[in-house]
C-alpha cells in the first residue's frame, strides 16, 4: 500500500476495516484505472472490475482481476459476490435505486455493499472558501496546475455549485443515504475528508508537491473532526434488509 498514491491508499484502508478476509469474492463498480482492484488482488482476494472504460493496468496482480468493460445497470452479477464495492462511483449511476438494485442482486448470501461516496452538497460556505483560498494558494506557488476559472472569488459557494451542476444532476449525500437505508440494513455511516482529491489530481510531479498534498489531507482531516469544516465524503456499509 505504501507505494500507492495517497486517495487510493485512503481508499483502501477504509476497505480493510470492512471487507471480508481473503479470498472474498469482490465486485469493484467503476474501477477506473483498476488501482485499487489492483491493490485487492494483491492481497489474495478474488476480484472483478467493472467499468464502462476500463483504463487497465499491467503487472502480475492485474493478470489476476477479471476485468469486465460494461454498465453497471446491465451487468448481471448472479449472486456471485460477498460484497460489491461502489468506489466513488454510486453518484455517476442514474437512477441510484437501479444501482442499489442491482448490487443487491449481485451479492452471494452473507453478501454486503460497500460505498465510498461524494456528498457535494454537505460542502457549505466555511468549505468552499477554505477549498478554493487553498487552491489558489497552492497554484501561486506552482505546486498544484492553475485552475481555470477563478472569477467568483467573493462567492466561492456559488461557485462550487456551479462547477458540480450538471444534467443529469449530481444526487445529494442525503437522496444517496435515503436510497440506501431503503434497501439497507446500513452498519456503518461516516463522513471522510474528500476534497484533497482535487488538490491530489491537480498536483505537478515532484516529492515537494507530494508532501503538499499530504499536509493538504491532514489538514483537511482535522478540520472535518474538528466540525470547522463539512465532511465531502461518505461512506457507508450495508447488509440486505
Known amino acids: 500500500m505504501s507505494d500507492a498514491d495517497l486517495p ?11 471487507l471480508p478476509p481473503a479470498p472474498a469474492r469482490l465486485l469493484e463498480v ?7 482492484s489492483v491493490a485487492l ?11 464502462e472504460a476500463l483504463d487497465r493496468p499491467l503487472g502480475a496482480a492485474a493478470d489476476r482481476v477479471r476485468w469486465v468493460e460494461r454498465d453497471f445497470l446491465h451487468y448481471d452479477g448472479g449472486g456471485a459476490f460477498d460484497a460489491v464495492l461502489f468506489t466513488r462511483s454510486l453518484h455517476h449511476l442514474a437512477p441510484i435505486e437501479d444501482a442499489l438494485d442491482r448490487a443487491l442482486g449481485a451479492l452471494a448470501p452473507g453478501g454486503k455493499v460497500v460505498a465510498e461516496e461524494f456528498a457535494y452538497d ?7 472558501r477554505w477549498f478554493y483560498d487553498l487552491q489558489a494558494v497552492l497554484a501561486a506557488a506552482g505546486i498544484v ?8 472569488e467573493g462567492n466561492p459557494l456559488g461557485r462550487w455549485r456551479r462547477e458540480h ?19 439497507l440494513d446500513l452498519a456503518l455511516v461516516e ?4 476534497l484533497y482529491r482535487y488538490v ?19 489538514i483537511e482531516r482535522r478540520l472535518v473532526r474538528e466540525r470547522d469544516i463539512a465532511a465531502a465524503g461518505l461512506r457507508f456499509v450495508g447488509l440486505p434488509i
Open 8 to 18: 487510493t491508499r485512503e481508499t483502501l484502508a477504509f476497505l480493510e476495516r470492512v
Open 30 to 36: 467503476g474501477a477506473g484505472d483498476g488501482a485499487v
Open 41 to 51: 488482488a494483491a492481497r489474495g482476494y478474488d476480484l472483478t472490475a467493472l467499468d
Open 122 to 128: 454537505r460542502v457549505n460556505l466555511p468549505t468552499a
Open 145 to 152: 496546475a492553475a485552475a481555470g476559472d477563478a472569477g467568483e
Open 165 to 183: 451542476a450538471g444534467e443529469p444532476p449530481l444526487p445529494t449525500g442525503h437522496s444517496i443515504l435515503a436510497a440506501a437505508r431503503e434497501r
Open 191 to 194: 463522513e471522510a475528508p474528500y
Open 200 to 218: 491530489w489530481e491537480r498536483l505537478v510531479d515532484g516529492e515537494a508537491a507530494r508532501r503538499a498534498g499530504e499536509m493538504v489531507f491532514r
